[in-house]
């Protein structure tokens, strides 16, 4: 048995290192000043004519786009990846329930294999079918949530069950086919764009150009620039997902090992790290990770903190361990960009224009 436990560990942290190297030499060519991506640069105008076809046959109406009887907000990226958007969302959908409107929130639902059709989120739904991030934000907010792959039917499906004042769309900024009101963009301020270039030999899913048309840009930690609004993503916390328990984070003085499925890894290890978590070993998985009992126990013996990120933490509920914490993310703006967010928001219901 001890044996079977040990060879288990060792197979999955050798899986996880060579899925590692593939992740860093992606981001190599992306993300830092080299010339590998020069290759593949011929895909990338290819791919920006693509994408350039498709947004013109959507404004000559020749492709579908469908405006829904209430307003819609779209918070995305340019970026493959994430960069912040699911917490802004829990931000905007906490800040607006405080205003006393019903809001919806409706998402593609990655990772889930509910098979692309509309389906509602509860916050007893099971991540792998609905999506791990639709799962966070229904057990944060309590938010009427739907997922589906055409993004227009999760708006019609939330608008059978419940009465919505509007919708907030986390990512789909280049879903045209569904109108919206308000564009947001979020930009990972570590990253930024890379090295500005369409994929495949940078990045970004269109041109960087959006960006002069979109809302509202606001940056996920480093310096902001003019006209972007700083979020600073912060947790002091860690939960435990057998027991509830809640203690400051500085108190795991225990060797502790790090986990974490999503975009940007390391962030969440450096945050830990200023935090004076005492990280013993940091394990990286690919965004959207499904987990199973067998694959994290194998990473840490019994009396070993586990600790993971909140998206990661939905994952594992049903078969948490007593040596397991996560750490709940609080997003953070300042007053003065939360007054101007928020009145544009209301701003835009009551003028009620649509942009495609």
Known sequence: MLLGTALLKQLTILFLSWRQLARNSRDMIWFTDTLWHYPLLPLSVLYALCIKLRCHLYRWQLFASWQPPIPVIVIGNLTVGGSGKTPLVIWLVQQLQQQGLQVGVISRGYGGNYGGQAQLVYQDSLPQEVGDEPVL???????????????????????????LDLIISDDGLQHYGLQRQLEWLVIDGKRRFGNG?????????????????????????????????LMQLQFQQAVNLLTNE???????STATVAMAGIADPQRF??????????????????????Y???????????????????????????????NWWYCP??????????????????????DGTTTI
Do not use: W
């Not at 609080?330 to 701003?347: F, G």
């Open 137 to 163: 934000i229904v057990q944060r907010t309590g938010v009427p949530m739907a997922v589906a792959i055409r993004r227009s039917q999760a708006v019609e499906r939330l608008l059978q069950h419940y009465p």
């Open 197 to 229: 270039h369409l994929l495949p030999a940078g990045p970004l899913r269109e041109g960087l150009e959006k960006i002069g048309s979109v809302d509202a840009l606001i940056v996920n930690g480093g310096d902001p620039q003019p006209n972007e609004h």
């Open 246 to 252: 809640t203690v400051p984070l500085n108190t795991l």
């Open 269 to 290: 290890f450096a945050q830990l790290t200023q935090h004076g978590v005492n990280l013993q070993q940091k394990i990286a998985f690919a965004d959207h990770q499904p």
């Open 292 to 322: 199973q009992l067998a694959m994290l126990q194998s990473l840490t013996p019994a009396e070993q903190p586990l600790l993971m990120t909140e998206k990661d933490a939905v994952k594992c509920r049903a078969f948490a361990q007593a």
């Open 329 to 350: 993310v609080e997003t953070h703006l300042s007053a003065a960009s939360t007054m101007l967010l928020i009145n544009q928001v209301l701003d835009k219901i009551a």
